[in-house]
């Protein structure tokens, strides 16, 4: 079946620092990605998602780029702000499951950044 | 801007208790979903909904039963609680055509002791 596998936190960093949070899968099909960020006491927002190989996803300064060849959505800031401290997640669903919108999720990565 | 409200925010069961979980959505969404949270496992999937009428087991269905009466709402039940059922439960929707852009609810934190 479909999985995803996440980086493993939490991740501590500075402002302004540099984040990566690695994310790879594993699909049957041919699968959209997405990664969500849930702030503290809130439910999951949808940050930025990408449909096919090679697109790029981008939102709030945040970006991954869907690689078919080593099957990864890496999550990627080039300059992290206190308020982006939350709990990141990526996620894949699967059109050739049956139902797009079913979605598989990995296990999250909490960040926290320091003033 | 509604969206999809969940209730109760905090519950805390005694084992064997039933309760039922509400989920309501504005937004005219076909599909609707329970996810369960819980610590280094991510989210999984409860059960879902494609429409009024139309249920289907997800992921980690035992020990829950859903409805979908109308297209706004979508309880999830737990017949006779139990301590593995302790966890942070999330409700979601999405409408026909958006591929995996979930609308969450802010969750509900259920105890059972």
């Known amino acids: 079946g479909d999985s995803v596998t996440q980086m493993e936190g939490p991740v501590t960093l500075s402002e302004e620092a540099f984040l990566t949070i690695n994310c790879t899968y594993t699909a049957t099909g041919y699968p959209s990605l997405f990664w969500y960020v849930q702030y503290p006491g809130e439910g999951l927002q949808l940050l930025l998602k990408?449909?096919?190989?090679?697109d790029k996803g981008s939102n709030k300064g945040f970006e991954a780029t869907y690689r078919k060849e080593t099957t990864s959505f890496h999550l990627e800031k080039g300059s992290v702000q206190v308020s982006d401290s939350a709990v990141y997640f990526c996620a894949l669903s699967d059109r050739s499951s049956g139902s797009a919108r079913q979605l598989t999720f990995g296990s999250g990565t909490q960040l926290t950044v320091l003033p | 801007n509604a969206g999809v409200t969940q209730t109760p925010k905090f519950q805390v069961l005694k084992t064997g208790q039933s309760m039922t979980l509400q989920c309501a959505q504005d937004?005219?969404?076909?599909?609707m979903s329970w996810y369960r949270q819980d610590p280094g496992m991510g989210l999984r999937l409860i059960h879902y909904s494609v429409g009024a009428g139309i249920t289907d087991q997800g992921e980690v269905p035992n020990g829950y039963n859903v409805s979908r009466s109308t297209t706004e709402d979508f309880p999830l039940r737990l017949l006779s609680a139990a301590p593995s059922q302790t966890s942070v439960y999330f409700c979601?929707?999405?409408?026909?055509?958006?591929?995996?852009?979930?609308?969450f609810g802010e969750g509900s934190r259920l105890t059972v002791l």
């Open positions: 990408a449909t096919k190989a090679d």
């Open positions: 979601a929707s999405s409408s026909q055509g958006a591929t995996g852009e979930l609308f």
């Open positions: 937004m005219n969404h076909e599909y």
